[in-house]
T-cell receptor, first 112, second 114 residues
């Protein structure tokens, strides 16, 4: 079993739709969680950190469920510019040594 | 722009050769992480350097090694290149080693091994 798993997609949805991604992780000691966005042939860029209480940034909402060990990302009113690969990231600190695990990414394509 | 720069942008090597990739971190950032990203996959964590010491390592063999310099720039060295080492190599800088710290990525070095 992979340490961090995502549905690879692709998700192909019309503009204006709401789309949700989930990401599961296996290490219950993981401490920090993020969603990054990666455009084709570009570097990953932070979309948002994920906090235990859940957090929202405009059309984007991220949630963390520690009991079930998953994080989610909800995109409302999707735009053409949201087309990208969305990567979930799980970061664990072991006695001051870091281990940073990326999921394999979920591809999202927004159609007009 | 993240302020993280990597060089070179592209590189072609042959099997068995050695390669050095370079990364300059964002100003003020003392932590650099290196990743390998194969086509269609997420970045795979190679290792992290914090204040010139290796501070965590993923599942990569010893022929992947690194350095961090006093100015916090970093190098990734790969010896005895294999065809499967062909990938995009990304570095990311952050402030401190805490797990909650956000990483800022450079544009990457695309390595092709023939």
């Amino acid at each position: 079993r992979k340490e961090v798993e995502q549905d690879p997609g692709p998700f192909n949805v019309p503009e204006g739709a709401t789309v949700a991604f989930n990401c599961t992780y296996s290490n219950s000691a993981s401490q920090s969680f993020f969603w990054y966005r990666q455009d084709c042939r570009k570097e990953p860029k932070l979309l948002m950190s994920v906090y235990s209480s859940g957090n929202e940034d405009g059309r984007f909402t991220a949630q963390l469920n520690r009991a079930s060990q998953y994080i989610s990302l909800l995109i409302r009113d999707s735009k053409l510019s949201d087309s990208a690969t969305y990567l979930c990231v799980v970061n664990t600190l072991y006695s001051s040594a870091s281990k940073i695990i990326f999921g394999s990414g979920t591809r999202l394509s927004i159609r007009p | 722009e993240t302020g993280v720069t990597q060089s070179p942008t592209h590189l072609i090597k042959t099997r068995g050769q050695q390669v050095t990739l370079r990364c300059s971190s964002q100003s003020g950032h003392n932590t650099v992480s290196w990743y390998q990203q194969a086509l269609g996959q997420g970045p795979q964590f190679i290792f992290q350097y914090y204040r010139e010491e290796e501070n965590g390592r993923g599942n990569f063999p010893p022929r992947f090694s690194g350095l961090q310099f006093p100015n916090y720039s970093s190098e990734l060295n790969v010896n005895a290149l294999e065809l499967d080492d062909s990938a995009l190599y990304l570095c990311a800088s952050s402030l401190g080693q805490e797990s909650k710290n956000i990483q800022y990525f450079g544009a990457g070095t695309r390595l092709s091994v023939l």
